[in-house]
């Protein structure tokens, strides 16, 4: 079941969440409003090894400036997880109605994972996007079953990952 936003509030103050810097401002009824963080990179495609490369994005008058089309990689501002429940990421609907569409493919966390999330920001349209601004909502789970924490590679980092799917043997990537 989801928490409630009263439910997310209570688990901060007793440690069960974690959200760094908290803000009782951006609790929603059953989620808290997050925000982009300071990194932000152009996916570019690449001849190179690895078929894929990062362009970090400076930011002109406090805003970047997306282009439609055009895969971005950028970060939650905040520290979130929880050892206790599992996290989803999602894009606000107002974010969306202005064509950018925030973590399409991997909006579910792990459980005990606890990090600046990356997040996967494609643009319908050009936009501009300002670090510090609310972009998404995360939302909280409980878990039925034994607890497995996350011990993966993608929730070590608190600054934008790339894939590592790449660097799996192409046999692996049919098992998977």
Request: charge should be negative; avoid cysteine.
């Given at each position: 079941?989801?928490l409630?936003?009263?439910?997310?509030?209570?688990?901060?103050?007793?440690?069960?969440?974690?959200?760094?810097?908290?803000?009782?401002?951006?609790?929603?009824?059953?989620?808290?409003?997050?925000?982009l963080?300071?990194?932000?990179?152009?996916?570019?495609?690449?001849?190179?090894?690895?078929?894929?490369?990062?362009?970090?994005?400076?930011?002109?008058?406090?805003?970047?400036?997306?282009?439609?089309?055009?895969?971005?990689?950028?970060?939650?501002?905040?520290?979130?997880?929880?050892?206790?429940?599992?996290?989803?990421?999602?894009?606000?609907?107002?974010?969306?109605?202005?064509?950018?569409?925030?973590?399409?493919?991997?909006?579910?966390?792990?459980?005990?994972?606890?990090?600046?999330?990356?997040?996967?920001?494609?643009?319908?349209?050009?936009?501009?996007?300002?670090?510090?601004?609310?972009?998404?909502?995360?939302?909280f789970?409980?878990?039925?079953?034994?607890?497995?924490?996350?011990?993966?590679?993608?929730?070590?980092?608190?600054?934008?990952?790339?894939?590592?799917?790449?660097?799996?043997?192409?046999?692996?990537?049919?098992?998977?």
């Amino acid at each position: 079941m989801i928490l409630t936003g009263q439910a997310i509030a209570e688990a901060i103050s007793s440690g069960d969440i974690v959200i760094d810097p908290f803000d009782t401002e951006r609790i929603n009824p059953n989620s808290y409003n997050y925000r982009l963080g300071e990194e932000i990179y152009q996916v570019h495609a690449d001849s190179g090894s690895d078929g894929f490369r990062q362009e970090l994005l400076e930011p002109a008058d406090g805003r970047v400036l997306l282009r439609k089309g055009q895969l971005y990689l950028g970060h939650t501002l905040e520290r979130i997880g929880s050892g206790r429940y599992v996290t989803s990421l999602i894009g606000r609907s107002s974010i969306g109605r202005l064509g950018l569409f925030v973590q399409l493919s991997a909006d579910l966390g792990h459980q005990g994972a606890v990090h600046r999330w990356t997040l996967e920001l494609l643009p319908a349209l050009d936009i501009y996007v300002y670090p510090g601004q609310i972009i998404g909502q995360v939302s909280f789970w409980n878990i039925q079953g034994s607890p497995a924490p996350y011990i993966g590679w993608y929730g070590r980092h608190d600054r934008p990952m790339p894939s590592k799917l790449h660097q799996v043997p192409s046999a692996m990537r049919e098992l998977q």
